[in-house]
Protein backbone atom coordinates (compact mmCIF):
# COMPACT_ATOMS: atom_id res chain seq x y z
CA UNK A 1 0.00 0.00 0.00
CA UNK A 2 1.36 3.28 -1.49
CA UNK A 3 1.20 6.78 1.25
CA UNK A 4 -1.24 7.85 -1.48
CA UNK A 5 -3.28 4.62 -0.84
CA UNK A 6 -3.10 5.07 2.72
CA UNK A 7 -3.82 8.84 3.16
CA UNK A 8 -7.01 8.05 0.31
CA UNK A 9 -8.12 5.78 2.89
CA UNK A 10 -7.60 8.01 6.31
CA UNK A 11 -9.40 10.37 4.55
CA UNK A 12 -12.32 8.29 3.63
CA UNK A 13 -12.24 7.61 7.01
CA UNK A 14 -12.05 11.40 8.73
CA UNK A 15 -14.81 12.25 6.27
CA UNK A 16 -13.16 15.16 5.49
CA UNK A 17 -12.75 17.16 1.56
CA UNK A 18 -9.22 18.26 0.40
CA UNK A 19 -9.60 21.45 1.72
CA UNK A 20 -9.27 19.93 5.69
CA UNK A 21 -6.74 17.52 5.40
CA UNK A 22 -4.42 20.72 3.55
CA UNK A 23 -5.01 21.97 7.25
CA UNK A 24 -4.42 19.30 9.26
CA UNK A 25 -1.04 19.06 7.66
CA UNK A 26 -0.43 22.52 8.11
CA UNK A 27 -1.07 22.03 11.73
CA UNK A 28 2.19 19.90 11.81
CA UNK A 29 4.07 23.16 10.66
CA UNK A 30 4.08 21.80 6.70
CA UNK A 31 1.99 24.26 4.96
CA UNK A 32 0.09 22.04 2.40
CA UNK A 33 -2.31 23.93 -0.49
CA UNK A 34 -5.49 22.02 -1.22
CA UNK A 35 -4.10 21.86 -4.86
CA UNK A 36 -0.92 19.54 -3.55
CA UNK A 37 -3.28 17.20 -1.47
CA UNK A 38 -5.71 17.03 -4.91
CA UNK A 39 -2.50 15.40 -6.71
CA UNK A 40 -2.01 12.99 -3.43
CA UNK A 41 -5.46 11.40 -3.43
CA UNK A 42 -5.62 11.44 -7.57
CA UNK A 43 -5.28 7.48 -8.69
CA UNK A 44 -1.60 6.38 -10.34
CA UNK A 45 -2.81 6.84 -13.52
CA UNK A 46 -5.11 10.06 -13.64
CA UNK A 47 -3.11 13.07 -14.97
CA UNK A 48 -1.60 15.60 -12.16
CA UNK A 49 -0.81 12.85 -9.73
CA UNK A 50 1.92 13.02 -7.53
CA UNK A 51 3.68 10.82 -5.15
CA UNK A 52 2.84 11.18 -1.13
CA UNK A 53 6.64 11.16 0.35
CA UNK A 54 6.84 9.91 3.73
CA UNK A 55 7.45 13.08 5.12
CA UNK A 56 4.14 14.74 4.41
CA UNK A 57 2.02 12.05 5.52
CA UNK A 58 4.05 11.91 8.71
CA UNK A 59 3.19 15.43 8.67
CA UNK A 60 -0.54 14.59 8.35
CA UNK A 61 -0.63 12.11 10.92
CA UNK A 62 1.54 14.72 13.37
CA UNK A 63 -1.04 17.39 12.07
CA UNK A 64 -4.14 14.43 12.85
CA UNK A 65 -2.25 14.17 16.49
CA UNK A 66 -2.12 17.68 17.19
CA UNK A 67 -6.10 17.90 15.90
CA UNK A 68 -7.40 14.94 17.84
CA UNK A 69 -5.10 15.79 21.42
CA UNK A 70 -4.01 18.98 21.07
CA UNK A 71 -0.22 20.73 20.64
CA UNK A 72 1.96 19.25 23.09
CA UNK A 73 2.39 21.03 26.32
CA UNK A 74 6.22 21.79 24.76
CA UNK A 75 4.84 23.18 22.35
CA UNK A 76 6.87 21.17 20.08
CA UNK A 77 6.20 19.48 16.95
CA UNK A 78 7.93 16.29 15.70
CA UNK A 79 10.39 16.29 12.46
CA UNK A 80 8.84 14.04 9.81
CA UNK A 81 10.91 11.34 9.80
CA UNK A 82 12.85 9.72 6.62
CA UNK A 83 11.35 6.49 6.35
CA UNK A 84 7.29 5.73 7.30
CA UNK A 85 6.56 2.48 8.38
CA UNK A 86 3.17 0.77 8.43
CA UNK A 87 4.29 0.79 12.42
CA UNK A 88 4.96 4.00 12.39
CA UNK A 89 1.68 5.05 10.83
CA UNK A 90 -0.24 2.40 13.02
CA UNK A 91 1.72 4.09 16.41
CA UNK A 92 0.72 7.54 15.77
CA UNK A 93 -3.10 6.70 14.68
CA UNK A 94 -2.82 5.44 17.72
CA UNK A 95 -1.61 8.34 19.63
CA UNK A 96 -4.01 10.28 17.73
CA UNK A 97 -7.26 8.39 18.83
CA UNK A 98 -5.79 7.96 22.17
CA UNK A 99 -5.82 4.29 22.01
CA UNK A 100 -5.41 1.77 24.25
CA UNK A 101 -5.21 -2.68 23.06
CA UNK A 102 -8.33 -3.21 23.88
CA UNK A 103 -9.64 0.10 21.90
CA UNK A 104 -7.42 -1.22 19.30
CA UNK A 105 -9.17 -4.64 19.22
CA UNK A 106 -12.60 -3.15 19.06
CA UNK A 107 -11.47 -1.42 15.87
CA UNK A 108 -10.29 -5.07 14.14
CA UNK A 109 -13.14 -6.38 15.78
CA UNK A 110 -15.65 -4.32 13.79
CA UNK A 111 -14.16 -5.81 10.65
CA UNK A 112 -14.05 -9.31 11.46
CA UNK A 113 -10.12 -9.08 11.71
CA UNK A 114 -8.29 -11.46 14.18
CA UNK A 115 -5.12 -10.05 16.46
CA UNK A 116 -4.43 -11.16 19.55
CA UNK A 117 -3.28 -8.73 22.20
CA UNK A 118 0.62 -10.08 22.08
CA UNK A 119 0.27 -9.57 17.58
CA UNK A 120 -0.76 -6.17 18.55
CA UNK A 121 2.13 -5.27 21.00
CA UNK A 122 4.73 -6.39 18.76
CA UNK A 123 3.94 -4.04 16.18
CA UNK A 124 4.82 -1.08 18.89
CA UNK A 125 7.75 -2.28 19.93
CA UNK A 126 11.04 -1.12 18.70
CA UNK A 127 12.74 -2.57 15.63
CA UNK A 128 15.74 -4.22 18.04
CA UNK A 129 13.39 -6.05 20.04
CA UNK A 130 13.58 -9.26 20.07
CA UNK A 131 9.30 -9.90 19.70
CA UNK A 132 9.38 -6.78 17.62
CA UNK A 133 6.98 -7.57 14.27
CA UNK A 134 6.50 -5.85 11.02
CA UNK A 135 2.97 -4.30 10.81
CA UNK A 136 1.60 -6.28 7.67
CA UNK A 137 -0.03 -3.86 5.34
CA UNK A 138 -3.47 -5.85 5.81
CA UNK A 139 -3.65 -5.06 9.56
CA UNK A 140 -3.01 -1.39 8.30
CA UNK A 141 -5.91 -1.47 5.59
CA UNK A 142 -7.79 -3.07 8.12
CA UNK A 143 -7.26 -1.03 11.06
CA UNK A 144 -7.90 2.31 8.62
CA UNK A 145 -11.63 0.34 7.52
CA UNK A 146 -12.17 0.25 11.19
CA UNK A 147 -11.91 3.29 11.99
CA UNK A 148 -13.94 4.69 9.32
CA UNK A 149 -17.49 2.34 10.79
Request: proline fraction near 5%; include cysteine; aromatic fraction near 8%.
Amino acid sequence: MTNNDTLRRLRYALNRNDLAIAEITSKSGRKTTEAEVAAWLKLEDEPGFAVLPDQDLCSFLDGLIIEKRGPHPSGNVPEPVEYLSNNEILKKLRIAYSFKSDDMLAVFTKVDFDVSNAELGSFFRSAGHPKFAKCPEQVLRKFIKGLSL
